[in-house]
């Protein structure tokens, strides 16, 4: 597999089911790891069962949070990930009372060690690591 550059913020790199995974260590918020993601040849990781989230957080190591590539930026009702598909329509691990967002606006997924590893909506803005997925 062959990535456009080489992964200088990252801690390791993990094989799961046919894609690639690094944890990306350095802080961005939401928009600025997602664009990290691609122009290493990736995207920010979508969770899709719950055998892909447990290899997840074997990445974490001692970090409490990181993005995903799920947000409600295309429409505010609807969390999907960056592929257009409904986050709802497949696995989730939402923490509990989550998704909420009573002030509205674009929010983002992320996964909090803190909350069981359970996702939370959160403002896009914050900055935290993330997880890039290769295909």
Request: with cysteine; charged share 20%; aromatic share 14%.
């Amino acid at each position: 597999m062959a990535f456009s550059t080489s992964f200088s913020h990252t801690k390791g790199s993990r094989e799961f089911n046919g894609s690639l995974y690094n944890l990306i260590t350095e802080t961005k918020n939401w928009y600025d790891a997602k664009e990290n993601c691609e122009s290493l040849g990736g995207n920010l990781t979508d969770i899709r069962s719950s055998a892909e989230q447990d290899f997840i957080i074997e990445l974490f190591d001692v970090y409490v949070k990181v993005w995903t590539g799920g947000s409600n930026a295309v429409d505010e009702n609807t969390f999907s990930w960056l592929d257009g598909s409904a986050v709802s329509s497949g696995y989730t691990n939402w923490a509990p009372n989550q998704p909420w967002h009573p002030c509205g606006g674009i929010r983002c997924i992320s996964v909090l060690q803190t909350w069981s590893y359970r996702w939370n909506d959160e403002a896009c803005d914050n900055k935290m690591r993330s997880v890039c997925k290769f295909s």
